[in-house]
RNA sequence: GGGCGAGUGGCGGAAUGGUAUACGCGCACGACUUAAAAUCGUGUGCCGAAAGGCUUGAGGGUUCGAGUCCCUCCUCGCCCACCA
């Protein structure tokens, strides 16, 4: 038990009954939404890092507070999901049951770190209340065209069964576990199967330019620009030749290509083992060479796309295409470093100026033609050039600069300009247990006859809005299949349903949602949790959002802050909000390590934030994990530095033992200058979440008044409420024993919380300096710091300059006079020899 | 391979182009104590007896003056990765 054990539960019971961390979201006059990354329970339980956000952001939510403005902080949990799911597989729990103790755990560890939670809006995702708009938004997205269904493949562990998400997958970068999955270490395959999806390529312009209108780190920026990844190029199209004029087969193939000037070289083309094979599925006739091939490299390909360093291979597919530019019969070519998923899954392949063109024409010894040219001559190739040059080789347009070829090209070519994205349709069916069921119904009847809710998918219905939710049933054995269905798939109950149309028996979709989905709206229900009618009510919406500050990890930089901004830009289309960024100033958090190391179970160097909260109490753990360094950089945790702010804490309580008897009494001057540059520090640094330097500022002035016989009132009371923030405990208690305002014995009330109180103001006149150190340099070198009163002239600088007897010896041993002087006021005076 | 970020004491870190190392931890010495802890005080980048010199990953540049701006390189971290 820390010694403010005591302290903490008076008011933290104070606070809850008096409401002070409520705000009233009908009518607040000045709304202010703080909002953090809401946690997902974890199986370790609240992480030290998540601990130091929450508090950070509560610093600075507190401070807006004292500032006037009404601050709405929620907190929630993000407990649906495969993670959840997980760990309740782990330990052989039932996820039902474990959300229920892992709620319990958070929901007390959250209580414990003094934040100023708006507890009556709490939600979880997992909530039936919570995911049946969830599912509400899924029906929308279906009617609004924006859902859809296609072929794809998933990540299928052999060994667990189990389908995965692309996350569970270990990443190409540790190249000895690549494509693993990251519980067994089985090698992943790909299943081919139907999936629903979100067309957020629709809005990928919209999402690209929208981000140069709000106030992110740069780097979050880039991230998302990256992974849109649009490209401005040219569609170009390659007929096929000799294939027989049949209605099932392809007579031409388009490729997307950034580079038009180069397509004289273009010497084959090369198409993705997917596509292949695709076409082959479609009727085309291919030898048993090349089905060998197609199935090898598309093993290879199992899992996540092996890295760049891996060795292309390929095969001829027997057949040619005509290059649009000079009529040239080239050879059709099937390779696995042709991605399917980005462009067309076919390239035109130009070895004399792309890298890996140029690697693939060497080993399988293809024509290299070059016809760009740093100096309009063929000369010998030993790499591809691939900047821009003189066309050569290019009929009539050689001796043109490469650049301005690329647009006459394309149109002699008979291509058009065309912009590719990176971006992806986001897959969003999951055939797992622990989600939101998919809000859809399929009956075969109706398909047959065409019908559905949507042409473009015959047999498709959403769930009626009166039947939502559609509740995720009770079933016992909720582990992945391995089939390809969810474990709902075995609940007949639940998957037989009438159809909405045709009242003939139906199949409900057995998949559920993405984790993802439920996290990009939860900022929205936050505003209206208990509403059972309506997602949300507009004028609660109109009132708080888009929401003023967001504060979390980096590591969601591009999927969740992309997601959200999704959809709240799909909600602004479905005009039942008025904005369309969710977020106009997010701030991501560093990282803390532990003895120069990431936390980690197999380190086993994980913080535990609970014995540190007992042990030091909630003040003294704020104030160490703001004071470690500034909310946007990490920081080391160790348990040494904590005594440090600990003791500050004690000094704090002690100095009011000094305060003077009367309340008359003023500070020197010097003191009161300051206190209020202190005001003004601590402000401004916590405005830019830079609590550290805040903290060292006060630890400055409670330095300086410990230094004083007695010390006044009024300057006690507004350290305390600078300290507010940070220790919103211990400064609550102090602030009641010296009567600032009301006792816990005269009746407590909300109105006397320091809380409440308006942050200080600081007199501009106070802090201006009558005297300075004014540094003498002789050329750039400091030779004497001389006490000056501000304001002097260069003239009278240079005098006391020049009288010094330090700088009087550098001046005769130099033996010269100043050839330039320069003069910063109030600063220095720099003497050039 | 690409993108972003960071390299400052024993440690976390501080420095609008103007006294580098604030604040804190740790350490040393001193006071208090029978003693220890706690507390308080003093000191604490490196070399040097001192005067003084050197020091922000390395090297160059711009400037009267560079931790800060520019170029080259090295190291570490994170993200993406055959994106045509």
Known sequence: MSAYSKIENKWRKLWLKARVYEPDLRKAKKPFYNLMMFPYPSAEGLHIGSVRTFTGIDIYG?????????????????????????????????????????????????????????????????????????????????????????????NWCPSCKTVLADEQVLPAGKQEFA????????????????????????????????????????????????????????????????IPEQEDRKHSIDIFTTRPDTLFGATFVAISPELAKRWINAGWQASDEIKKYISSALARREGREISGEAEKTGVFFGIHAINPANQEKIPVWISDYVLDTYGTGAIMAVPAHDSRDFEFAKKFNLVIREVISPNGRDHDLRSAYMDPGVMINSAKFNGINSEAAKIEITKFAGGDRK??????????????????????????????????????????????????????????????????????????????????????????ETDVSDTFLDSTWYFFRYLD???????????????????????????????????????????????????????????????????????SKSKGNIVNP?????????????????????????????????????????RVKKLGAKLAKTSKDGLSKNSEKLLHKSIKKVGEDIENLHYNTAISQMMILLNEFEKLPSLPWHPYGIFLKLLAPFAPYLTEELWQNFSFKGSVASGWKKQNSIHLESWPKFDPKKIKDENF?????????????????????????????????????????????????????????????
């Not at 309506?534 to 609660?540: A, I, T, V, Y």
């Not at 240079?798 to 009087?808: F, G, I, P, Q, Y």
Request: charged share 30%; aromatic share 14%; proline share 5%.
């Open 419 to 508: 912009i590719n994205y990176r971006l992806r349709d986001w897959l969003i069916s999951r055939q797992r247990y622990w989600g939101p069921p998919i809000p859809m119904i399929f009956c075969s009847a109706c398909g047959k006859l065409g019908k559905g809710e949507r042409k473009d998918m015959p047999g498709w219905y959403s769930v009626l809005e009166k039947d939502l939710p559609v509740r995720l049933p009770f079933i016992k054995d909720y582990r992945p299949q391995g089939t390809g269905e969810s474990p709902l798939a075995k609940d007949k109950k639940f998957s037989k349903v009438k159809c909405p149309k045709c009242k003939n028996w139906a199949c409900r």
């Open 62 to 154: 507190r401070f807006k507070r004292m500032q006037g403005n009404n601050v709405f902080e929620p907190i929630g949990l993000d407990g649906f999901g495969i993670n959840s799911e997980n760990y309740a597989l782990k330990i052989g729990a039932h996820p039902v049951k474990q959300a229920k103790i892992s709620e319990k755990n958070f929901y007390r560890q959250l209580e414990m770190i003094g934040n100023g939670f708006a507890w009556r809006e709490r939600l979880e995702t997992y909530d039936t209340d919570y995911y049946k708009w969830t599912q509400w938004i899924f029906v929308q997205m279906f009617k609004d065209g924006l859902a859809y269904r296609k072929q794809s493949p998933v």
């Open 529 to 599: 949790a208990k509403n059972k009618r309506k997602l949300f009510d507009w004028l609660r919406v109109k009132r708080w959002l888009p929401v003023n500050m967001y504060i979390g990890g980096s590591e969601h930089s591009v999927l969740h802050l992309l997601y959200s901004r999704f959809i709240t830009k799909a909600f602004f289309d479905w005009k039942i909000i008025n904005f369309d960024e969710p977020f106009p100033k997010f701030r991501a958090h560093g990282l803390i390590i532990k003895g120069g190391a990431k936390m």
């Open 179 to 242: 494509g693993e999955c990251e519980r067994c270490g089985s090698k992943i395959e790909k299943k081919d199967l139907e999936q629903w999806f979100f067309k957020i390529t629709d809005y990928a312009e919209r999402l690209l330019s929208g981000l140069d209108k709000i106030d992110w780190p740069e780097s979050v920026k880039v991230a998302q620009r990256n992974w849109i990844g649009r490209s401005e190029g040219y569609s170009l199209k390659f007929p096929l030749v000799g």
């Open 773 to 833: 150190k004014l540094i003498i340099q002789i050329n750039g070198r400091v030779r004497a710091v001389l006490d000056a009163t501000t304001g002097i002239s260069e003239k009278e600088a240079l005098e006391m300059a020049t009288n010094d007897e330090n700088v009087k010896k550098y001046l005769s041993s130099l033996a010269g006079s100043p050839k330039k002087t320069i003069f910063v006021p109030d600063k220095l005076l720099n003497l050039v020899i």
């Open 610 to 650: 609970d014995g540190y909260f007992k042990d030091f109490g909630a003040d003294v753990m704020r104030l160490y994990l703001a004071f470690m360094a500034p909310l946007d950089s990490g920081g080391n945790f160790r348990d040494e530095g904590i005594s440090g702010v600990d003791r500050f804490l004690v």
